[in-house]
């Protein structure tokens, strides 16, 4: 058996394969427990330079995290996890490095230079992993600054790289990665999105688990609107994920809820005043598990809002460094479980 890991700034994904058929036996995730020493990768790098053992303390926390998520996999696949000898871990910069407990500091100056670009092979036993003490850890390599091995992976897996069409691939996450380009050349960016679109600094954002709200319609009724949303393990809401956000802002603009600028409009029953802010609920009290209106904030439409600046600069910055227009480009990949999830007309 084998094991494919991708350490994102907010989330870990683990698959683990049968390495004679290719196939994924059983699929993990959980949160990056490096949250709780900064949301971004810019302030993990800065605990790394400034804390004695703060490289050590967030190398042995992301260790512990995966071990977790083997232990798991290999219980619902009835794996005897010595039988794993083969192991592929990706991520961005920052993530990569404190992988491999090498120091970062670099990273976080100009020209932002990664410690080390080529692949690395590495044995399970010098890393701590709970495979077999001999399995081969492979790390593909960087790209250049914050473009990292996640990037590499997404470029293979999407075959942008053998392709003759145009492809923008956009890899979103707290750190989100931007590629464009095909066989003859392929240019990367990456922008600090920050994590909204994964529900944090949204007032009742929450991870995609059960309980989120995944999907929302709004119909615009003579006297007011009418809100249907799903929610993912068909139960009462208790938040909203990053997909739910996609649709929400689209429908905003498409019932004039919201301006072209984001503003929301105050002419509706839906409207609740708090404090300095104003909301649009989703879901009234009496329809949520926590006995609380689920709103919208005009706070949480700006950090969309700024989410969203930040990696539309990183596709225009890309597409002007290639000489093209936008109607050049004729694929358009989003990568990663919110990729998956989301209603691309609304996007």
Same mark, same amino acid.
């Given at each position: ?7 994102? @700034? ?5 698959? !683990? ?46 260790? $512990? ?27 961005? @910069?920052?993530?990569?490095?404190? #992988? ?10 100009? &020209? =932002?230079? *990664? ?25 593909? &390599? ?6 990292? +091995? $996640? ?24 750190? %989100? ?6 066989? $003859? ?18 007032? #009742?954002?929450?991870? +995609?688990? *059960? ?11 003579? /006297? /007011? =609107? ?10 009462? &809401? ?13 429908? #905003? !603009? ?11 409009? %105050? ?8 404090? $300095?802010?104003?909301? #649009?609920?989703? +879901? =009234?009290?009496?329809? %949520? ?5 689920? !709103?919208? %904030? ?29 109607? /050049? ?19």
């Amino acid at each position: 058996y084998g094991i494919a890991i991708d350490i994102g @700034t907010s989330k870990i994904v683990c698959h !683990l394969v049968d390495l004679h058929s290719g196939n994924s036996i059983a699929v993990g995730s959980l949160e990056n427990p490096q949250l709780a020493y900064g949301e971004d990768v810019i302030s993990r790098i800065k605990y790394c330079m400034t804390k004695r053992n703060g490289l050590e303390e967030l190398h042995d926390v992301v260790i $512990d995290a995966i071990n977790f998520l083997i232990e798991e996999l290999c219980k619902k696949a009835k794996v005897d996890p010595n039988n794993i000898y083969e192991a592929v871990v990706v991520g961005n @910069t920052a993530m990569h490095h404190i #992988f491999l407990k090498m120091h970062p500091d670099y990273l976080a100056l100009s &020209p =932002y230079v *990664p410690g080390i670009r080529q692949s690395v092979n590495v044995k399970a036993r010098d890393l701590g992993l709970s495979i077999n003490k001999g399995a081969n850890v492979y790390i593909p &390599p960087i790209i250049a600054g914050f473009v990292g +091995a $996640d990037a590499v992976a997404d470029i293979i897996a999407t075959g942008m790289i053998e392709s003759n069409d145009l492809v923008l691939l956009i890899d979103i996450g707290t750190n %989100t990665e931007v590629c464009l380009g095909n066989k $003859d050349l392929i240019w990367a960016a990456s922008c600090a999105s920050g994590p909204a679109f994964e529900g944090a600094h949204i007032r #009742f954002g929450m991870k +995609a688990i *059960p309980g989120a709200i995944e999907h929302v319609k709004i119909i615009s009724r003579s /006297d /007011d =609107y009418e809100v249907d949303y799903s929610v993912i393990g068909n139960v009462r &809401p208790v938040g909203i994920c990053g997909s739910a956000m996609i649709d929400i802002i689209a429908e #905003f !603009l498409r019932n004039k809820i919201i301006d072209k600028s984001g503003r929301l409009r %105050t002419d509706s029953n839906r409207i609740r005043r708090e404090q $300095d802010d104003i909301g #649009f609920i989703i +879901a =009234y009290s009496d329809e %949520t598990e926590i006995g609380r209106d689920i !709103l919208i %904030t005009q706070r949480d439409i700006r950090q969309i809002q700024l989410a969203k600046a930040a990696i539309s600069a990183a596709c225009k910055i890309l597409i002007k460094k290639a000489g093209i227009s936008e109607k /050049d480009i004729d694929k358009v990949y989003i990568a990663g479980s919110f990729g998956r999830h989301i209603n691309v007309e609304n996007a």
